[in-house]
């Protein structure tokens, strides 16, 4: 029986990674690793959506751009639902002086838009090896257009990995932030048409005691491996965001923003 559960789960990580993700994740039989679902549906409709994620960052409304996050149970007129289970978060740019972000570079606030954290955190350890982040996204990509789908350290910053992130044009940036001292790694991808439905997604694979290499995916092939030192057991939220301005440029557009999200989906392996 044990056979059979290590070609199966063998199978599903092939699928999933690559034949290099099923070694690491797996080894030796004595090891095999058991599949699950730990985030799936959640746009389906507004029960699934506050049951499975919480409004505006983890820290609060502002960021590092100049858009200020206004979403709840109640107010919908920044992050809603639509047909066929997508998210849409909507930035709009605003008229009057609504002060400037508390977030370091503390940005005059010219939009008023949306984020939402997933309730799930990712957490890489020996219980749970290897983690799958992923969804499909129309994303904006005009000058001070920010949107992105990330993760990031729930108790310490580093670690980071940004899984989509498009910065005023219609290059994708997918990074890692290790350290200090190591820095960053970035994977950068023209996309052709943003705005359209593409698939971006993260395999994280924990390879020692401290450290996890990520494999980036862009519509489901293979871009880049990234190296994230002192990420293993570092709880991460996840996170889908419209920020606005800052490294995407300014200024921004005037018209409304939308991006969309749909099939986001989180699993991992339990050793």
Do not use: C
């Amino acid at each position: 029986m044990e056979g059979l559960i290590v070609a199966l789960n063998r199978r599903r990580l092939l699928a999933a990674g690559g034949a290099g993700l099923a070694a690491t994740a797996l080894g030796t039989p004595a090891s095999a690793a058991t599949w699950e679902t730990v985030l799936s549906g959640s746009f389906a409709n507004y029960d699934t959506l506050q049951a499975a994620w919480n409004f505006r960052y983890p820290w609060g409304s502002d960021h590092n751009g100049s858009a200020r996050m206004y979403a709840s149970a109640t107010d919908r007129n920044h992050v809603f639902l639509e047909s066929g289970g997508v998210l849409a978060i909507r930035a709009t740019r605003i008229t009057w002086d609504e002060g400037s972000s508390s977030a370091d570079p503390h940005l005059p606030i010219h939009y008023h838009s949306g984020a939402v954290h997933a309730k799930q955190q990712v957490r890489v350890s020996d219980q749970f090896p290897n983690w799958e982040v992923k969804g499909e996204f129309q994303a904006p990509s005009a000058r001070g257009t920010w949107p992105a789908f990330w993760l990031t350290g729930a108790n310490t910053w580093p670690p980071e990995s940004d899984v989509l992130e498009f910065k005023g044009d219609n290059r994708n940036w997918f990074n890692t932030y290790r350290n200090a001292a190591g820095g960053w790694s970035s994977t950068i991808k023209t996309v052709a048409n943003p705005g359209a439905w593409h698939g971006y997604r993260a395999w994280i694979a924990k390879i020692n005691a401290t450290d996890v290499d990520i494999h980036y995916y862009l519509d489901g092939t293979w871009v880049g491996q990234h190296r994230g030192a002192g990420f293993v057991n570092q709880p991460m939220w996840i996170i889908l965001n419209l920020q606005m301005e800052g490294s995407s440029g300014a200024p921004g557009p005037s018209a409304e923003t939308y991006y969309r999200a749909r099939e986001v989906y989180v699993g991992r392996t339990r050793a």
